[in-house]
């Protein structure tokens, strides 16, 4: 093939001369004589110098035409080397915004773009003193935001730009574009801190100030969702001009929208679509039932599952199809479900199972405000009769509903415990017998601690009916416990709380917002819209520090609540990012579906295991509620306005990844997989359990203070190292330390008559976190406090590492922890080429 160059040669100067007469340049001076193909970058950047030099004093919209021209006529000729000249003036600098923004425009169109780089060079154009010409910069910016992989980058870029839109010397319209400009490019909190500029635009007295704060929320979409929004399009679609005529399109949008989902309401309302009683089957339910007749003729256990299972299945199906929330509860499933809301029953007040070693009946931890714990019992307790019914061998289920009964009611329990003569586990006897009187149990959803400093903890696991209530009494008690009659700080644990009900989410935040501040607002198409808002004081001073600690599976009540607190900038958030669940559900009773009936005797409104049953449809004796539809009917959106939901696309993978992105970001400490092995085998020897139970009464005021804090030291344990060296263990001593701890805390629990909280200050690197950022906010440090001091330490776990521990030193451990590896499963050959490399290493030494 023929060497293009000549004629490109040609050509290229021929374009200098068309783009001279198109500048009014005379055609001599801008052509150039032909030169050697070797030097075609430098003449790019040639051309490129001289139509910096024509843009002179051109508009933003006068640079972008000019750029688009020059990138069609010369760059589709000269291509990469276009591109390279380009890049190579960016990165040297340009000598005005005008050849930044000049420059970029025409990069974009180019092929393989840095788009980080790009941006880097065009940011400092956003504080040129032309107002109009900074613009065009932000406006820039926010449009390749999205290209941007490198997210230091993306970040850096949206500091920048909320710094621009929190100037008030700037220009209105520029801290506007500012702000959604921010909010294109930030992540997490910056996202957030974008919102709050336009939210406080809206709140202005300034009618611009409202304006450029209303129009942003709309180009974000946001207009329903955030209050005050709409008020103010209304007003400026009244008003001529262009900014009339934009809020007068969003709100023509808007008046569509709630067309259409009017139709919709209507015609479920109307019951639209449904044939007649007493109508012919549609063809896809008789394909569904020859489905049915397949699989129980033809499958392999076909033989073993019902018709009802098998149409159930295809229900769980249908709503499964919909979304992840969405599913069908039988009559037993919403049972359980509706129990663990409420949180209620009538029953002795304990967390109860089998245990897999002895298959005895066992008490793991009493609810300290329960009779149970009134009455004596214990955690480790054996629950070996209930009054004259043996329970050895008796199915869970079957034994705690002899348990549960109604309140005032007595049960004979016969208890049996570890140093007690086995053969009473198959004859008790009556001094074994703890009378029990039962009364209604509210499952507690709070745990508190009060931890050194005056930092109040307060651990919510789930929202049930009464858990706002719950919270406030913990904040109260903590007070009251504290040496100054005040809370440095409270630390609000939401770390694997899932969610509940929608309204104590509401209730919650109350309790730490002033009053009239929005927390949540739904949206739908099949209900009307709801929005949640603050109405009383709030319990914590608005001064105190607040920190909510949040995880991987806090979802739901726990992302409005933490949301809401961080869009009011009223917390910092610690932790990982949150599920990303922001839809709420509805459970719907199945039509055509009987539930029993019964006498409210207490009159809640809600059934009780012990009321008596007054229609019992299927005469079992039991009571059988309808089965529920749990359906996705609403999405949830956050004082700003944004909505946290993890999207998936049709086969399941994760489009938009969701969830409330914390303020400090911190993974909580993992373990390497050999010691967690390790770490379940001695657990599973039940020899520290038994260690603790042996010393406990001799040293109890010892180990209540370990519980509290043991300095992370092993040897205030008294007699730690001959258990140690008993266990021939792989663990290093800080392991163990660490395990025999927590055994230590589960005695110490019943005689202090509280749950610890899942949050422990002396090993919870996420906790300690948030306990810096209380003292931070408080203007006090952590070397302030010796228990803080001596235990604060992110500790990260290096897996080619192994701590000090058998005095025979690491090499052995290493070898020893790669054998324990191989019990569990064979050894890679990197593994097995190490093990017999430290052996040689070792057998040489000796």
């Known amino acids: 093939?023929?060497?293009?160059?000549?004629?490109?040669?040609?050509?290229?100067?021929?374009?200098?001369?068309?783009?001279?007469?198109?500048?009014?340049?005379?055609?001599?001076?801008?052509?150039?004589?032909?030169?050697?193909?070797?030097?075609?970058?430098?003449?790019?950047?040639?051309?490129?110098?001289?139509?910096?030099?024509?843009?002179?004093a051109m508009g933003p919209a006068e640079i972008w035409r000019e750029a688009g021209r020059v990138s069609a006529l010369v760059g589709d000729e000269m291509g990469a080397d276009f591109d390279a000249a380009i890049d190579r003036m960016l990165a040297g600098g340009s000598p005005t915004d005008r050849a930044r923004l000049f420059l970029a425009a025409m990069r974009i169109d180019g092929d393989e773009v840095d788009f980080a780089e790009v941006a880097e060079a065009v940011a400092p154009a956003v504080r040129a003193k032309d107002e109009e010409l900074a613009g065009a910069a932000v406006d820039f910016l926010g449009r390749i935001g999205p290209d941007i992989s490198d997210r230091d980058v993306r970040r850096d870029l949206a500091d920048q730009l909320l710094a621009l839109a929190r100037d008030a010397a700037a220009g209105i319209d520029l801290r506007a574009s500012?702000?959604?400009?921010?909010?294109?490019?930030?992540?997490?909190?910056?996202?957030?801190?974008?919102?709050?500029v336009l939210k406080d635009f809206l709140e202005s007295s300034d009618p611009t100030l409202r304006a450029a704060g209303a129009l942003g929320f709309a180009e974000m979409s946001s207009i329903e969702e955030v209050e005050g929004v709409e008020d103010e399009l209304e007003r400026l679609a009244r008003l001529p001009g262009p900014e009339g005529r934009l809020a007068r399109s969003y709100m023509d949008q808007l008046r569509t929208q709630r067309f259409n989902d009017r139709r919709i309401q209507d015609l479920l309302k109307s019951g639209g679509g449904r044939r007649a009683v007493g109508s012919t089957l549609p063809p896809e339910f008789t394909r569904l039932n020859t489905?049915?007749?397949?699989?129980?003729?033809?499958?392999?256990?076909?033989?073993?599952?019902?018709?009802?299972?098998?149409?159930?299945?295809?229900?769980?199906?249908?709503?499964?199809?919909?979304?992840?929330?969405?599913?069908?509860?039988?009559?037993?499933?919403?049972?359980?479900?509706?129990?663990?809301?409420?949180?209620?029953?009538?029953?002795?007040?304990?967390?109860?199972?089998?245990?897999?070693?002895?298959?005895?009946?066992?008490?793991?931890?009493?609810?300290?405000?329960?009779?149970?714990?009134?009455?004596?019992?214990?955690?480790?307790?054996?629950?070996?009769?209930?009054?004259?019914?043996?329970?050895?061998?008796?199915?869970?289920?079957?034994?705690?509903?002899?348990?549960?009964?109604?309140?005032?009611?007595?049960?004979?329990?016969y208890i049996w415990r570890s140093d007690m003569d086995p053969q009473l586990i198959e004859r008790p006897t009556e001094d074994m017998v703890v009378e029990v009187e039962r009364a209604q149990i509210a499952i507690p959803s709070v745990n508190r601690e009060l931890l050194p400093g005056d930092i109040g903890l307060v651990e919510l696991t789930s929202f049930g009916s009464d858990a706002a209530a719950e919270v406030r009494d913990a904040i109260q008690a903590l007070t009251e416990e504290s040496e100054t009659g005040a809370l440095t700080g409270v630390i609000l644990d939401l770390r694997n709380n899932t969610g509940g009900l929608l309204d104590q989410a509401a209730a919650v935040a109350d309790l730490f917002l002033p009053p009239g501040k929005l927390v949540v607002s739904t949206e739908s198409r099949v209900v009307r819209k709801q929005s949640f808002q603050t109405r009383r004081r709030p319990q914590i001073d608005v001064e105190t520090p607040v920190v909510v600690l949040i995880n991987r599976f806090s979802a739901s009540a726990s992302e409005i609540v933490s949301g809401a607190l961080q869009d009011h900038g009223r917390a910092t958030l610690v932790g990982q990012r949150s599920f990303g669940k922001g839809s709420v559900q509805r459970l719907i009773p199945m039509p055509r579906e009987p539930e029993d009936e019964y006498s409210d005797e207490n009159r809640n409104g809600r059934r009780d295991n012990w009321e008596p049953i007054t229609k019992d449809w299927d005469g079992d004796g039991e009571f059988d509620y309808a089965p529920r539809i749990k359906l996705t009917i609403e999405r949830y959106r956050l004082p700003l306005g944004r909505s946290i939901h993890r999207e998936f696309d049709e086969e399941g993978n994760i489009e938009s990844?969701?969830?409330?992105?914390?303020?400090?970001?911190?993974?909580?400490?993992?373990?390497?997989?050999?010691?967690?092995?390790?770490?379940?085998?001695?657990?599973?020897?039940?020899?520290?359990?038994?260690?603790?139970?042996?010393?406990?009464?001799?040293?109890?005021?010892?180990?209540?203070?370990?519980?509290?804090?043991?300095?992370?030291?092993?040897?205030?344990?008294?007699?730690?190292?001959?258990?140690?060296?008993?266990?021939?263990?792989?663990?290093?001593?800080d392991d163990v330390r660490f395990l025999l701890r927590i055994e230590v805390r589960r005695r110490v629990q019943d005689v202090r008559g509280s749950a610890f909280t899942y949050g422990d200050f002396t090993e919870d690197v996420q906790l300690q976190a948030a306990i810096e950022e209380i003292l931070r906010g408080a203007g006090k440090k952590v070397e302030d406090y010796a228990a803080y001091a001596r235990t604060f330490d992110v500790r990260e776990v290096d897996p080619n590492a192994v701590a000090a521990g058998p005095p025979a030193g690491g090499k052995v451990r290493r070898a020893l922890a790669l054998i324990t590896e191989a019990e569990s499963a064979p050894l890679t050959k990197e593994s097995a080429d190490e093990l017999r490399s430290l052996l040689d290493d070792l057998e040489k030494k000796n």
Do not use: C
């Open 291 to 413: 489905m049915i007749e397949v699989i129980q003729t033809a499958h392999l256990d076909g033989g073993d599952v019902s018709r009802d299972d098998l149409v159930e299945a295809a229900m769980q199906g249908m709503l499964g199809s919909l979304d992840r929330h969405s599913s069908y509860f039988s009559s037993e499933a919403y049972e359980k479900f509706e129990q663990d809301l409420r949180g209620e029953y009538g029953g002795i007040g304990a967390y109860v199972q089998t245990d897999p070693d002895d298959n005895l009946f066992t008490i793991t931890r009493p609810i300290y405000s329960g009779p149970a714990y009134e009455a004596g019992l214990s955690t480790d307790d054996k629950i070996i009769r209930i009054d004259d019914w043996p329970t050895v061998g008796e199915a869970t289920d079957d034994i705690i509903k002899r348990l549960k009964g109604r309140p005032g009611t007595t049960v004979r329990l």
């Open 1 to 56: 093939m023929q060497d293009p160059a000549p004629r490109s040669l040609a050509t290229r100067a021929a374009l200098i001369g068309l783009l001279g007469v198109a500048a009014g340049l005379p055609a001599a001076a801008a052509a150039r004589p032909a030169r050697p193909v070797t030097a075609m970058q430098s003449e790019a950047e040639e051309i490129l110098r001289e139509r910096i030099g024509a843009i002179g």
């Open 657 to 733: 990844v969701g969830g409330i992105p914390p303020d400090v970001e911190i993974e909580p400490l993992r373990r390497e997989p050999w010691i967690l092995r390790e770490m379940r085998r001695i657990q599973q020897t039940r020899v520290l359990r038994n260690w603790v139970a042996e010393r406990f009464d001799g040293a109890r005021e010892t180990f209540e203070r370990l519980a509290y804090n043991d300095l992370d030291d092993p040897s205030i344990y008294p007699g730690f190292d001959d258990l140690y060296d008993s266990l021939d263990t792989t663990l290093s001593r």
């Open 178 to 196: 500012a702000a959604m400009g921010a909010y294109g490019l930030g992540g997490g909190s910056q996202i957030v801190k974008a919102r709050r």
